[in-house]
């Protein structure tokens, strides 16, 4: 389980370089063409935006995978470990419904309803771009199925302690 994990995150951090080394070529290329020959790219924003929209997908799951995402725990750090860990749990489970429900089945849908869509600049429909929701929402949960198994097998922590808590 460790195994996958390791290759999922080096296969979304290789996409996450790959797609924002896009965004900075046609971000590049935007401002070329309409501060130095005068005549500005039709295709390079609506590309920006969508190129930005995965990119934030996919770096999203990575920071799932680190458990880096803001959580406010000063409270949960006051209680016990056992409850602690339970708390750790009952976020991951959130997390999977919020994930599956809004990602995978909005997603989806939202792909599925838009796929005939045409773009204005781009030679494909918009149903494809919205694909990145289910499968992003998929990724996430199997991270947090990964770190509700690693909780209960004690691999984890439940919570991380922060800088703060040890400065005090």
Known sequence: MHAAKKVLDKILAAISVFLF???????GWQVFSREVVGNPSTWSEELARYTFVWLGFFAAALVF???????????????????????????????????????????????????NQNLTALPTTIGPMYLVMPITGVIITLYAIYHVIAVLRREEIAVEASDDAEAV
């Open 21 to 27: 080394a896009v965004l900075v070529l046609d971000v």
């Open 65 to 115: 995978s680190e458990r880096g995402h803001i959580a406010v725990d000063f409270v949960v750090r006051k209680f016990p470990e056992r409850v602690q860990r339970a708390i750790a749990v009952l976020v991951q489970l959130t997390i999977i419904a919020f994930a599956m429900v809004v990602l995978v089945w909005g997603g989806w849908r939202a792909a599925m309803g838009a796929w």
